[in-house]
């Protein structure tokens, strides 16, 4: 019994590592998807499967130490079920692209649901936390110096993430959007990376340097047989 609790935590383990790895802003979202739990609990099922199946025809993979038998078959059947559920049988031509039929279709779909529902969930309040953020951020004034350093207050950001942010502040900066929704879709790319936590410290440290000055108020005119404040009344002749 300790070896299929073994094996099932394993197989779990990978799957909510997966899933995480999607969604690194907010990973607590995918607790109340649905598809999330049945993803996580295939992959476990898959992982027990493998082991009854090992334990049944006696695989014991030319370990003869009944010590170490119990746990190679637990290895075998945690890492085994992932590679075999993640294959494809074989690829069929649909249109322009090339889909895999096989084990992974099942997970693909999964996969699938649990970013529409995350993003159902998350879009409204990631809006709104973009907004709150970045208000009275300059696009023009932070698009170097806010990446740079949310990049710097990281330390695993890998090399293929840092290229990607910089390409997609690159294609904002060429766009024909204003300011101000530039800024707003930097704030967006950032938090995907570091979170909305990082971001707004960032943008804390670096508000004298990266928020737009505060326009000064107009003064009205003076109407009609009134003078201008200031101006002192005229003498009497």
Not at 201 to 220: G, N, Q, S, Y
Request: proline share 6%; aromatic share 4%; hydrophobic share 45%.
């Amino acid at each position: 019994m300790t070896g299929y609790l073994v094996t099932i935590s394993l197989s779990c383990l990978v799957g909510v590592a997966e899933l995480v790895s999607r969604y690194r802003d907010r990973p607590v979202a995918l607790l109340r998807v649905v598809s999330t739990w049945v993803y996580v609990l295939i992959n476990g099922g898959a992982g027990a499967a493998s082991l009854l199946l090992m334990r049944t025809y006696g695989w014991k993979f030319g370990v003869h130490s009944p010590s170490v038998v119990g746990a190679t078959q637990v290895l075998v059947a945690s890492l085994g079920s992932m590679m075999v559920f993640r294959s494809a049988v074989f690829t069929v031509r649909v249109g322009d692209e090339d889909v895999a039929v096989g084990p992974s279709t099942l997970l693909t779909s999964l996969l699938a649901a649990a970013d529409r529902g995350v993003d159902r969930m998350q879009a409204s309040t990631r809006a709104e936390v973009a907004g709150q953020i970045m208000r009275g951020v300059s696009f023009k004034l932070a698009q170097l110096a806010l990446p740079t350093y949310c990049l710097g207050l990281l330390q695993n950001v890998s090399a293929e993430d840092q290229q990607a942010l910089r390409t997609a502040v690159d294609a904002l900066a060429g766009s024909d959007m204003t300011d101000r929704q530039k800024a707003l879709n930097l704030g967006l790319l950032l938090m995907n990376i570091a979170g909305p936590d990082v971001l707004r410290a960032a943008v804390r440290t670096l508000a004298d340097e990266i928020r737009k000055p505060p326009e000064e108020p107009e003064v009205p005119g003076p109407r009609d047989g009134e003078r201008p404040a200031g101006q002192l009344p005229a003498p009497a002749p």
